[in-house]
C-alpha cells in the first residue's frame, strides 16, 4: 500500500510504502479470536438448547413411553403428573383417564360375558334330559289317546310341546310366532292346575310373527302376572292380555294383568331394579331384562307400569330382526 502526501508550500511529496500484511497483521490477529470466540458460543449455545429441548420434551418422551408400556398389554400404567408443567400435566391426566376408562370398560366386558355365561349354563340347567323327557310325553300323549282321556291327552300334549319349544334346537333366540305358541301351551297347563281361572286375550300382528325374541322371555312374566297378581286376588281371578306390533324398527310386547297390581313406588323400584344381575336368579324378571339388553343392547328390555284395571303391564323393547346365522367361532347364534 503506497501514501503519498504533498508538503505544504513545497513543490515535494512524501511517498511512503506499507506492506499489505503488516497492514492487515493486527486484524488478522482478531478475527481469529472473534471467530473462536463465536465457535466456542455456537458450541456453548448448541449445549445449552439441546439440554433444553430435552427438559421440555422429557414429559412428552415419558408419555411416549407408557403408551409403550400400554402396546405391549400393561393396562395398569399410570404417569406420575408431578413436575411436568401445566401443558404436559393436562396430557398426562387425560392419558391416566383413558387408561382408568379402559380398565372400566373391559371389567364390564368381563362381567357382562361372565353373566352371558351364567345365563346360559342356567338355561342348560333347566333343560336336564330334555329329550328324554318330551319323547316321554310324546309316549304318554299316546297312551292316554288310546284309553279314552282326552284332559290328560290335552295337557300333556300342551307339556310336550312347552319342552319341545324349550329346546329350539340349541337357539338362544327364536321366533315371536314360537315364544306366543309356547305361552298359549302354559297357559292351558296352568288352567288345568287351577281349574280355568285364568283368561286370556293374545294379539299378534303378523308382520312381527317373524321376528326374534329371546327364547323364555315372556313365560316369566306371565307367571308372575298367575302367581304375583291372579293367585293372590280375591277370586283368584283374572285376565291375561298380550299384545305385540311393530313401531318403526321396534317390536313393542305388552303382557298386562287383572290382577292385584302394585304400587307406583314398587314399580319405581322394580324399574330401577331390573338391570341389576344377581347369579341366584334363574329365569326370572332380571334375567329376561338382561338377557335381551346383552343380546341386543341396553336400549332394549323390559318396562313396568300400571294399567287401567288395576293390574301390571310389562312393555317390552325388542328390536325388529327376522334372521339369524351360526358364529362359526364360537358356535354360537347372533342376531342379523
Known sequence: MYVCQKIKNWNYYVVSSISFYKLMESGFHIMVVVILVLIIVLIIVSIIIRALVRKMYQPLNKVVSNMDYVATGSLRTRINVDNMGEDFAKLAIGFNSMMDEIEVLMEQVKLEQHQ???IRFNALQSQIQPHFLYNTLECIHWQAIAEGNKEISTMVK?????????LSKGHDVITIREEVEHIRNYMIIQNMRYDNIIGSEIVVESQVEESLIPKLTLQPL???????????????TGTLYLTAYK??????????????????????????QLSRYED?????????????ELLFGEGYGLNYQKNDSGGVTVVIHLPYQTEIKKNTAGGEWTCV
Open 158 to 166: 300342551a307339556l310336550a310341546k312347552y319342552y319341545r319349544i324349550c
Open 222 to 236: 306371565v307367571e308372575n302376572s298367575i302367581y304375583h297378581g291372579m293367585k293372590v286376588k280375591e277370586g283368584k
Open 280 to 292: 341366584s336368579f334363574g329365569y326370572g324378571v332380571r334375567n329376561v331384562n338382561k338377557r335381551i
Open 247 to 272: 313401531n318403526e324398527d321396534e317390536v313393542i310386547i305388552k303382557v298386562s294383568d287383572t290382577g292385584t297390581g302394585m304400587s307406583q313406588e314398587q314399580i319405581d323400584e322394580m324399574n330401577e
Open 116 to 118: 352371558l355365561e351364567q
